[in-house]
């Protein structure tokens, strides 16, 4: 329990240490988003490695709304057989003016920042990044994307500067 709480307070601070202005990304995030839209299950297609996920397979996050009007975050795998889940929690802090900024916390009132990069007109593929170059998310409602899509994505972080030769395409056979 102690690692868990170790790895999940390093990687929730990790990003307020990442200069973000000298990064040479673009993660300003989509101008147009209905949150009810993105809520519910999606699954991890791609991501960038990093030690709170690290091994993991058969990823998925799932986003249910809260009463208080924050969103309840779960996210779930596996790892070397045995399945994994982490509870956290999401906002917006401006949900007017940058509805697709949020903040997603794992360990108490530490947040980081989630946003949401690129999205099809369906709520089916998103491109979810952070002020920091070394988080990155393919997440699609279903499994498996085609290459078309899974181009016009790439693309996409490409153009905002993401170096998207380091992703690591996470297997979703389990999930098939």
Excluded at 82 to 92: D, F
């Amino acid at each position: 329990m102690k690692r868990l709480i170790l790895i999940i307070m390093s990687c929730t601070l990790f990003p307020f240490f990442s200069p973000a202005q000298d990064s040479g990304i673009d993660s300003t995030p989509i101008s147009h988003f209905d949150l009810s839209k993105y809520l519910g299950t999606w699954y991890e297609i791609a991501r960038f490695d990093h030690s709170f996920e690290s091994d993991m397979q058969n990823v998925t996050a799932e986003y249910l709304l809260r009463e208080d009007g924050k969103v309840e975050v779960i996210n779930s795998g596996w790892k070397n057989g045995k399945y994994k889940v982490a509870n956290g929690k999401a906002r917006q802090p401006d949900p007017l003016t940058d509805p697709a900024h949020l903040e997603v916390s794992f360990f108490l009132f530490f947040y980081n920042d989630y946003n949401i990069l690129m999205l099809d007109k369906d709520y089916q593929v998103a491109l979810v990044g952070s002020k920091s170059p070394k988080y990155l998310w393919i997440l699609s409602r279903t499994p498996q994307v085609s290459d078309d899509v899974i181009g016009e994505f790439l693309d996409e972080a490409d153009l905002r500067g993401y170096d998207t030769g380091a992703l690591i395409w996470v297997d979703q056979s389990l999930n098939l």
